[in-house]
T-cell receptor
Framework: KAGVTQTPRYLIKTRGQQVTLSCSPI?????VSWYQQTPGQGLQFLFE???????NKGNFPGRFSGRQFSNSRSEMNVSTLELGDSALYLC?????????????FGPGTRLTVL | DAKTTQPPSMDCAEGRAANLPCNHS???????VYWYRQIHSQGPQYIIH???NNETNEMASLIITEDRKSSTLILPHATLRDTAVYYC???????????FGAGTRLTVKP
């Protein structure tokens, strides 16, 4: 099976702009979670989607949003970018939780805000 | 989720066992111990997890103390490709609100 894929891999934006990141989970996986990783804060949970519904949410401002499509692919959006949003954004997918909740991470999208 | 404490760095000779410790003294009864690793510029990779019994898979072994306040990840025969940052986290099963700390940077040397 192909792993979790994320696009784009690298992105450069300026303050005030918005950005959309995409994640395709492993085939058959229904849950997608998003994380932000920075050197100072480590890896922090953003939100989780399952069956097109947000199931869990971390402690991030409303500028960070996401959605999931019927094919389980997910997007996250960050509006009004700030310098502090520069980070590696990771997506992880999980198969049916009744079987396992092990998360499989993608390679990430490195966002740089200038 | 409970907080974990790990040494910032460790070295290991290639072919030898790497033993990575983790303290989680405030772990709750329903929290599992998970280990992930992250090789530079890649996403974290799941290694192993356990609740209270020792666990082994094709990658590693996990030893959890009887009081569950600490654990050790064992890579039985470390290779150069095992050089990575290793994260120990504790979380409730099915709770994806995971926060990775600084982890342990393991360097495997020839």
């Amino acid at each position: 099976k192909a792993g979790v894929t994320q696009t784009p891999r690298y992105l450069i934006k300026t303050r005030g702009q918005q950005v959309t990141l995409s994640c395709s989970p492993i085939s058959g996986h229904r849950s997608v979670s998003w994380y932000q990783q920075t050197p100072g804060q480590g890896l922090q949970f953003l939100f989780e989607y399952f069956s097109e519904t947000q199931r869990n949410k971390g402690n991030f401002p409303g500028r960070f949003s996401g959605r999931q499509f019927s094919n389980s692919r997910s997007e996250m959006n960050v509006s009004t970018l700030e310098l502090g949003d520069s980070a590696l954004y990771l997506c992880a997918s999980t198969p049916d939780r009744a079987i396992t909740d092990t998360q499989y991470f993608g390679p990430g999208t490195r966002l740089t805000v200038l | 989720d409970a907080k974990t404490t790990q040494p910032p760095s460790m070295d290991c000779a290639e072919g030898r066992a790497a033993n990575l410790p983790c303290n989680h003294s405030t772990i709750s009864g329903n929290e599992y111990v998970y280990w992930y690793r992250q090789i530079h510029s890649q996403g974290p990779q799941y290694i192993i997890h356990g609740l209270k019994n020792n666990e082994t898979n094709e990658m590693a072994s996990l030893i959890i103390t009887e009081d569950r306040k600490s654990s050790t990840l064992i890579l039985p025969h470390a290779t150069l490709r095992d050089t990575a940052v290793y994260y120990c986290i504790v979380r409730v099963y099915n709770n994806n609100d995971m926060r990775f700390g600084a982890g342990t940077r393991l360097t495997v040397k020839p």
